[in-house]
Structure formats: structure tokens, C-alpha cells
């Protein structure tokens, strides 16, 4: 079986997420007011009218809070019934990999929302984003 994902650098740093958990990668020029922040200093964002609430990698990863320029990409998936976004550096590439390829080879124990893994003899860290947005984002109760 195989999955996408979506491969971007953060920090200097590459990192996978499961491409079906993030279906809209915005350009900052869409955003163009967000130029020249850096994110710890976005809280959200609306993108027409919708509403995506933005959580803060850099508190995460410890390291310092990343300017955004037109390089970076706003990471957007619906967590919920709600969007959230994670600013990163770049998008390097989507990639389509069977699953008996990726190869675990350490979880970050202190770190229980990050993994390292290689594929076909590249390391990349992959982020469990759902742990982190349940930490930051209070969903509304949805009866169905």
C-alpha cells in the first residue's frame, strides 16, 4: 500500500506529513499582509472567509520563531470541522512511498509527537501534528 506526503524544510530540516491530512498549501502572496512576520506572531489567518487558526512550529522544534518570506507555505488541513495551518520554510516535493519502505529509526522520546524515519536512505522527521493541534486548538463540540 502506498501513501503521500508532503515533504517540506523547516529550520533547515526536512519533515513529512501525511498528505491526506493537509489538502491547501497557500502562497504568503495570498496572504500578503503576513510578509515580513514571523510566526510566532500569527495566530490565524482568513483566507477568503474562512477561518484557519495557525499554530507556532518553532515552539515545538526549539528553535527560533521563522520569518515568512515568499518561499514559506501555510500547511492547511481540517482538523474537526476546523482549519488549522503550520507555517513552513518551503514545500520541497509531494511524494507517493509504500508504506514497507518507510523505516523507522528513532522516536524522539521527549518528543512524543516526532519520529525519525528513513526512506530509500533519506532521513526525515515526521510530525504528528494531530497531538499537537488537540494540545493548541479547543474544538467545538460537533453532534452528529
Not at 481540517?78 to 513552513?88: A, D, I, P, R, T
Amino acid at each position: 500500500m502506498n501513501s503521500g506526503y508532503i515533504v517540506f524544510c523547516y529550520a533547515n530540516c526536512n519533515f513529512l506529513v501525511p498528505l491526506e491530512q493537509f489538502h491547501i498549501i497557500l502562497n504568503p502572496d495570498e496572504i500578503l499582509e503576513k510578509i515580513g512576520f514571523d510566526e510566532a506572531s500569527i495566530d490565524d489567518v482568513y483566507f477568503g472567509n474562512k477561518l484557519i487558526n495557525v499554530i507556532n512550529l518553532s515552539s515545538y522544534l526549539n528553535s527560533e520563531p521563522r520569518k515568512i518570506n515568499s518561499s514559506s507555505r501555510l500547511l492547511v488541513g481540517e482538523f474537526s470541522g476546523q482549519l488549522v495551518g503550520f507555517w513552513v520554510d518551503n514545500v520541497t516535493e509531494i511524494i507517493n512511498v509504500e508504506n514497507k519502505k518507510l523505516k523507522l529509526i528513532d522516536l524522539i522520546k521527549e518528543n512524543v509527537f516526532l519520529k525519525k524515519i528513513k526512506i530509500e536512505g533519506q532521513d526525515y522527521s515526521v510530525i504528528n501534528l494531530n497531538n499537537i493541534i488537540k494540545e493548541n486548538i479547543k474544538f467545538e463540540n460537533h453532534t452528529h
